[in-house]
């Protein structure tokens, strides 16, 4: 039935079939075919194939500071360099992960380009170390729009939503990722506030100040 397009509600009775071993393999393919075919679209964009046992770490947004691409950008620097710094059994253990960024700017955004660049430059170098191509990739997929959107959502495994606290008036994508079946990392903003409490706080991965605190800390910071 289609019911649950107008009553969200009815989504309820897929909750009991969490544990089942059924549905959690229909699952799998489905998320299975749509990692595929996000997989293509990056073999497109940039020559290269991806392992569909990684991670699906994506962010799309508006590119913008308080979007905090740089930081998530940062987040995968970091990644990059424990890496680096592990012997290569240590690798072994670690669970592969394909980052991908996208998203739309004003033109003359200059910080957008800057942040686009960014993105690429640490792409380039990670997605051709030998040391670590196999347990960590990072793309930055042009041209946003809902076309790419529609095969990049579904894909995803973990969305990031990370705008400083207070910043996000809704922020409508994550609930479209919810609703693929992707986790969410995040803060307590715009709809991730509905969405943990309707989904349950412990199903996200939330972090950093609440956006009641934010107005303090900056004020703090300037002093």
């Known amino acids: 039935t289609n019911e649950w397009i107008q009553d969200m509600s009815m989504l309820q009775k897929l909750q009991p079939l969490a544990n089942d071993p059924d549905f959690r393999k229909k699952w799998r393919d489905v998320k299975w075919e749509n990692k595929r075919r996000l997989a293509a679209v990056i073999k497109q964009v940039s020559g290269d194939e991806v392992n569909l046992d990684a991670m699906f770490d994506i962010q799309i947004k508006r590119i913008h500071e308080y979007k905090r691409q740089l930081l998530n950008c940062l987040s995968i620097m970091w990644r990059y ?27 003359a955004y200059d910080m957008a380009k800057r942040i686009i660049r960014l993105v690429t430059s640490v792409g380039e170098v990670i997605n051709n170390d030998p040391d670590t191509k196999d347990y960590l990739r990072l793309y930055f997929l042009p041209d946003y729009n809902v076309s790419i959107a529609e095969k990049i959502i579904p894909a995803a495994e973990l969305s ?43 199903n996200l991965f939330i972090f950093g100040v609440d956006a009641k605190d934010v107005p303090e800390l900056r004020k703090e910071r300037a002093d």
């Open 81 to 107: 360099k424990q890496l680096k710094k592990m012997s290569p059994s240590e690798r072994s253990q670690v669970v592969p992960r394909v980052s991908v960024v996208g998203g739309k700017a004003a033109s």
């Open 160 to 202: 990031q939503h990370i705008s400083t606290g207070g910043t996000e008036a809704s922020g409508t994508s994550n609930m479209k990722f919810q609703m693929n079946g992707s986790l969410i990392i995040g803060t307590m903003d715009g709809a991730n506030i509905e969405i943990a409490e309707e989904a349950g706080k412990d």
